[in-house]
């Protein structure tokens, strides 16, 4: 398993589990979490609703602010969004809301649990991380419709190859390119 996704994995667990220990509670901490500012609710809820997420089955965006170097994480029953990480253009926070949201879609935080579950399956889950960040990043680039949002969220990505899957982002700006030839643009962008 990646490194940087198996230390931050971790450190996320660990900090649920010692908030549930704080408020000496069993039922799930993530219940008990603020929920995120107006604009992160604003774009989650878009988000569900441009990825067919039924209604009912929309996640809360809430807040968690032990996620060192991430902004967001869909866990099974929530969206935690890291508000801690400052000056993040309207761009990225959109297309991280919508990011997050194909992993909601796919089910992909409860793929993980299950396969904890089982033995023997680190490079499975390695290789599952790739083909889940991949194509978390391009559905929610294509999902954006807005060149700006696509070209601004390029930013948030890696110059190289990366292990963990993740467009790189030169990969993102050809998208950006692409649904720019299309002239796809947001409202916020357009104004
Ligand atoms: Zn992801
Ligand atoms: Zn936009």
């Known amino acids: 398993m ?33 929920p995120a500012s107006q604009l992160y609710q604003i774009l989650g809820t878009e988000a569900q609703m441009t990825l067919g997420i039924p209604k009912e089955k929309h996640l809360p965006i809430k807040q968690f602010h032990y996620m060192p170097g991430a902004l967001a994480m869909a866990l099974p029953n929530a969206i935690i969004v890291n508000e801690n990480v400052q000056n993040i253009s309207y761009g990225i926070k959109r297309c991280t809301m919508l990011h997050e949201v194909v992993h909601v879609k796919h089910h992909d935080a409860q793929f993980f649990l299950d396969l904890k579950e089982k033995d023997n399956v680190i490079e499975l889950e390695e290789e599952e ?13 294509y999902a954006a419709q807005c060149f700006m949002c696509v070209h601004e969220f390029s930013k948030a990505r890696p110059e190289n190859y990366d292990q963990q899957g993740y467009l790189t982002s030169g990969q993102v700006l050809k998208i950006a390119e692409e649904l720019k030839q299309q002239n796809k643009i947001c409202a916020y962008h357009s104004n």
Do not use: Y
Not at 4 to 22: G, T, Y
């Open 2 to 34: 990646n490194f940087k996704i198996k230390i931050l994995s971790i450190l996320v667990l660990l900090s649920l589990n010692c908030f549930a220990m704080e408020t000496e509670d069993n039922s799930d901490p993530v219940s008990k979490f603020e």
């Open 129 to 141: 991380h790739r083909i889940r960040e991949n194509r978390a990043d391009i559905q929610g680039c």
